[in-house]
């Protein structure tokens, strides 16, 4: 494909996808949905769980369930994507019919206005710490830069993704290696009371995540080839995903763990300037 096929700025609205104008791969999929997960409000979101009650060993084990089963849900609106070359919403109306699918586009931009508002504030929160300027500064860069990328569109939100997920990486590596080094992993993890209520908090919590996305995932995907596999579609967006929320969220599960800590207050403090939300690195975002 030439670069007169395939602008830099995206020409298509929801509108669908002619084959000649088709492109990308599904590294860039799983790329994209490990980017997006790698990110501080999936670290909160994991956090909650032991938060409101969960103990280190259930939450986990809750949250990968969740991750899963909502994975599941995401990977197989992605696969949709190629074949039907459409947006998730415009789709949707093969089921709801053209004036029924407005009443989930009104509840989907409700759900991504608080989501919006979530991400912007914490990652304007990270940016400001980063360049020493106020959080309100912080919240408005972090907004102009989403703007900028949401007028380029498709290609350059895939070129982020892959930037985003290498980076992503590296700092969760280093959050790791850090937590590992410096704290008892082994004593979170052997404090274990089982609880279904709070089991199925955690389950709920990264299933709820996931499915979040769904109304809009095959956005990313409707570039590819129709002839692309809906299995290995499946399999890219599905594993991105799980990988990238699930990284996150244990990583919050360990900092809510360790900053409520009510005893041996010397021995975890050189943790707590990481673990809790207002210090994360911004690199995470």
């Known amino acids: 494909m030439t670069n007169q096929r395939n602008p830099l700025i995206e020409t298509r609205s929801i509108d669908y996808i002619p084959e000649a104008e088709r492109h990308g791969s599904l590294y860039s999929q799983f790329t994209l949905w490990l980017g997006a997960n790698l990110q501080i409000t999936a670290i909160v979101t994991g956090a909650l769980a032991v938060v409101l009650g969960g103990d280190v060993f259930w939450s986990l084990i809750g949250l990968l369930i969740g991750q899963v089963l909502g994975g ?126 709070t089991f199925l908090l955690a389950v709920s919590l990264s299933a709820s995540w996931q499915i979040a996305f769904g109304p809009y995932v095959a956005d990313y995907s409707r570039y590819l080839p129709s002839k692309t596999s809906s299995w290995k579609t499946f399999t890219a967006v599905g594993l991105g995903t799980v990988l990238g929320a699930q990284a996150s969220m244990v990583l919050g599960v360990f900092a809510a763990a360790l900053a409520g800590q009510t005893s041996a207050v010397t021995k975890w403090r050189p943790s707590l300037a990481w673990a809790v939300p207002g210090s994360w690195p911004p690199c995470c975002t």
């Not at 407005?102 to 989907?108: K, R």
């Open 72 to 197: 599941a849900v995401v990977a197989l609106h992605a696969a949709q994507g190629p074949k039907l070359g459409l947006p998730q919403m415009i789709s949707s109306r093969v089921q709801f019919g053209v004036y029924g699918a407005a009443i989930p586009i009104v509840l989907v931009c409700l759900m991504y206005l608080g989501f919006s508002a979530t991400g912007a504030v914490l990652s304007g929160q990270a940016i400001a710490q980063l360049i020493s300027v106020s959080d309100s500064a912080g919240i408005l860069i972090f907004a102009g830069c989403i703007a900028l990328l949401t007028m380029f569109g498709y290609r350059v939100i895939h070129l982020v993704g892959r930037v985003a997920s290498v980076l992503g990486v590296i700092a969760f590596v280093y959050l790791f290696a850090r937590l590992m080094t410096l704290n008892d992993i082994g004593l979170l993890l052997e404090n274990r009371h089982f609880a279904w209520s």
